[in-house]
């Protein structure tokens, strides 16, 4: 017993001593995600914090999701990207409604490396200002690879015929000119195995959101054969496949879409050997947060 815990106390003398806070960064560098742990790891340690300020590899790829994209902005976008000394190669800003033309710019142009753009549902920005920054980073034989604006709105035929002709192949942008509406929309790839055959441009299926009937889940297609089921996202609809699978309401038996879990209101229970439990939103907010509470029907 003596002799395991006096080995267990030489490792712990031994890694410090042996391990540097930069050189342990480095090895946990292939595992970081999103701003938002990178800048956790700040606050570990003075140590693990200068390293991370100081270490330029980590700014090359900068990812913001929710729940940062509404405190971004421009001047904090700036100030974070800068770090990266003009080696930032991929950025990647979700639904971050602060973020402009102006601000965006001004990270292209001083990251002439950036190979990847994926800005969806960032609604301040404007086609004119996305082709200005695609063209600034053609020049000198440069290309975006990877060209994400979904959600960004006004998009016409004519800007998506601009930013073509400065991306290296069709399917470096996630939009495109919907058949049926002949709006620059994002059009899902079904999953159904008979949609599949043939040529993609042929596909009976091939349309928006709008315009085809979807599992807000897997995107295959919903036609007259096909149960739908209701989430409780409101307005979405799952495919039988998908509902299935999908955790469920306690009360109403309605499960979240992947992309809306978020708004579920988890309920702790004692036993953690049983399935999490949870109340959709519509649930439980009704008079008295839950169903099974008295209330006054007395007119």
Request: net charge negative; aromatic share 6%.
């Amino acid at each position: 017993m003596r002799t395991e815990e006096k080995e267990d106390e030489e490792e712990e003398e031994q890694w410090p001593s042996s391990r540097s806070a930069h050189e342990v960064l480095l090895i946990v560098l292939p595992y970081l995600h999103s701003l938002f742990e990178l800048l956790s790891m700040t606050g570990v340690s003075r140590s693990l914090r200068d390293a991370i300020r100081d270490e330029t590899a980590l700014w090359t790829k900068i990812v913001v999701e929710p729940s940062l994209s509404s405190r971004l902005t421009d001047d904090i976008l700036w100030d974070i990207t800068s770090k990266s000394a003009g080696k930032l190669n991929t950025l990647i800003l979700r639904q971050c409604l602060r973020i402009t033309d102006k601000g965006l710019r001004r990270v292209v142009d001083a990251n002439p490396l950036i190979r990847k753009i994926i800005v969806p549902g960032c609604t301040e920005l404007t086609p004119e200002g996305i082709i200005g920054c695609v063209e600034s980073l053609s020049k000198n034989n440069h290309n975006v690879e990877t060209l994400h604006i979904n959600g960004v709105h006004r998009f016409t035929k004519d800007h998506l015929s601009a930013l073509s002709t400065h991306l290296p192949h069709e399917g470096a942008i996630d939009v495109e000119v919907c058949p049926k509406c002949d709006l620059v929309k994002m059009i899902p790839s079904c999953s159904r195995a008979s949609c599949n055959r043939g040529r993609r441009q042929e596909r009976k299926c091939r349309g928006c959101w709008f315009c085809v009937p979807r599992c807000t889940e897997c995107a295959v297609c919903l036609g007259s054969d096909t149960e739908i089921q209701e989430a409780a996202c409101g307005g979405d609809s799952l495919c039988l496949e998908c509902w299935l699978v999908l955790p469920k309401c306690r009360f109403c038996n309605k499960p979240y879409c992947t992309s809306h879990s978020s708004l579920r209101h988890d309920i702790a229970t004692n036993d953690s050997s049983s399935p999490p439990m949870f109340e959709c939103q519509a649930c439980h907010y009704r008079a008295g947060t839950n169903p099974y509470d008295a209330f006054d029907y007395q007119i």
